[in-house]
């Protein structure tokens, strides 16, 4: 699976693919009414963030969110048609001065408030945006190595409420002059169209639209194969599951994922204990399943993913979402999402907007990025069946989750075992025979702070040691411990944790098979 992360506007990681712009992982929000956004030139030219979105590849960078249906187009004719394969600064460029990043910093933290003002209020201004965001974006992709999804305004309607497609495709034109690789999308979150901008559109007619723009795509040499998901839905609620099944009808065909969002609650009214809930948690395989049950009738073997996801609606729950309690959910959505068969998560967001990001405003990254960091580095794509180690876990507080590990950083063969502990007590996990003679290395987070007083913590320790970067573009050491082969494993109080079996040699680990 791959995560996403969002530039919020939204980025992704990618579970395993049996499976985080608004990911990998998302990122950040545009904002106001400036035509180009100081806080993404900011972010995209930083060295820092360049290294902590490289360490997160493969992934998606998703430039997308509620504010992708106010943005327009507005080309400025920076760039003549014949201008070359290349824009934006090089990969190369110097850094920018001190003084420059601490200022944008201070605009950016100011007009957070603006945003979170209109989410609240449901207004939203039109924002636009000119060829050198399109080049900043790029930019940021390119020396990265992720790949960028770019949301299309969805709410540019004609007189009979067809979707508008010119400003969509002076942009592609834009693009495809400058030889911009990406994938698209087309909308937001549809089925709040009517409450954020007075306007209607059913499931069918959105289809047709994603149509529509599947024919502009292929009428370009660059983009006729690219990338276009959608629709991008709210979560299984009341009416959205007839608008879902509504746009398969239509435009299944037109795109590459079925993709929905997931949020477990209301960042302002939730708590510590919903965090550490599996009830909360389990209700992520309720609403997947829904979805997945839709898409089966309508359009069986379209692959399904969670286009944008995260702790809690509403820009995070502050004082949580941004804590290592937010791991518990985090971690859990990527093990129990691979399970259930979802094919990307996308992590609402990378950097800015609200209280949900992987990397905090002073770009230092928070729990949550370490978690992803590891998933990335010790998790493989094929999932395997968890049952010979539930049985010997008593409690629900316990959650496993076991795949192959990733073959770029270790032995065909070896398997990984996902660990969360939401109790306050400590935890013994007993291995299956198989693997029990393996050796293990462990990779053991814990708050750097003892107790229910930890889960409010915004760092994290690996196996004792505080993590954090040791300067711009070097990482702290995130090897794990080698523990002998053993019967238990040890799984400390409010503690996530990955058990890599280095020795095990699972046939379906060998073998590329996929068990669920």
């Avoid at 839709?294 to 069986?300: D, G, N, Q, T």
Wanted: hydrophobic share 35%; proline share 5%.
């Amino acid at each position: 699976m791959k995560e996403l992360f969002h530039y919020r506007l939204t980025a992704r990681e990618r579970p395993s693919r049996s499976p985080s712009p608004e990911s990998a992982c998302r990122g950040m929000k545009r904002r106001g009414n400036r035509s180009d956004d100081p806080s993404i030139i900011n972010h995209s030219s930083s060295p820092r963030i360049r290294t902590l979105a490289k360490a997160l590849t493969p992934a998606f960078l998703r430039f997308g969110g509620t504010r992708q249906d106010f943005m327009v187009f507005t080309p400025q004719g920076y760039h003549q048609p014949d201008s070359g394969p290349t824009a934006g600064q090089s990969c190369d460029d110097p850094e920018p001065p001190s003084w420059l990043e601490e200022r944008l910093k201070d605009e950016w933290a100011q007009r957070q408030a603006v945003l979170l003002r209109e989410d609240r209020q449901r207004k939203y201004k039109r924002v636009k945006f000119t060829e050198f965001t399109v080049d900043l974006l790029h930019s940021f992709t390119n020396c990265t190595g992720l790949d960028l999804i770019f949301g299309l305004n969805a709410l540019l309607r004609t007189a009979d409420n067809t979707w508008n497609s010119s400003n969509a495709r002076s942009l592609l034109r834009y693009c495809e002059s400058r030889r911009y690789r990406m994938s698209w999308e087309l909308g937001n979150e549809p089925n709040s169209y009517e409450k954020k901008a007075g306007i209607r559109v059913d499931g069918y007619q959105l289809g047709q639209d994603f149509s529509h723009l599947r024919e502009i795509m292929s009428e370009s040499r660059l983009y006729r194969d690219a990338g276009l998901y959608g629709p991008d839905i709210g979560q299984p609620r009341d009416h959205r599951t007839d608008m879902l099944e509504g746009f398969l009808k239509s435009g299944a065909e037109a795109v590459d994922a079925c993709t929905w969002h997931h949020y477990y609650v209301n960042g302002r009214d939730t708590s510590l204990e919903d965090f550490l809930d599996p009830e909360v948690l389990d209700t992520l395989a309720l609403k997947t399943n829904e979805v997945l049950e839709k898409v089966r009738l309508v359009s069986p073997g379209k692959t399904v993913w969670l286009g944008e996801t995260s702790s809690a609606y509403g820009g995070g729950a502050p004082g949580l979402s941004d804590t290592f309690v937010a791991g518990f959910m985090w971690l859990d959505k990527l093990g129990l999402g691979a399970r259930l068969g979802l094919g990307v998560v996308m992590r609402q967001v990378l950097v800015g907007y609200g209280s949900y990001h992987l990397v905090d405003n002073n770009l230092d990254p928070l729990p949550d990025y370490w978690l992803s960091i590891l998933y990335k580095r010790l998790v493989g794509p094929e999932v395997l069946k968890i049952a010979a180690f539930s049985d010997f876990v008593q409690s629900r507080r316990v959650r496993l989750y076991l795949h192959c590990s990733n073959k770029q950083s270790y032995r065909s063969g070896a398997v990984t075992l996902i660990s969360l502990n939401l109790s306050k007590k400590p935890a013994r996990i007993s291995a299956p025979a198989l693997i029990s003679s393996s050796t293990v290395e462990a990779f053991v987070l814990q708050s750097d702070r003892p107790g229910e007083e930890g889960l409010y913590s915004r760092s994290v320790k690996l196996n004792g040691e505080v993590l954090k970067m040791v300067d711009d573009k070097t990482f702290p050491d995130l090897q794990g411990t080698r523990l002998p082969p053993a019967e238990h494993l040890q799984l400390p109080a409010y503690s996530l944790a990955f058990f890599v079996f280095t020795d095990a040699r699972a046939a379906a680990c060998r073998e590329h098979g996929l068990l669920r």
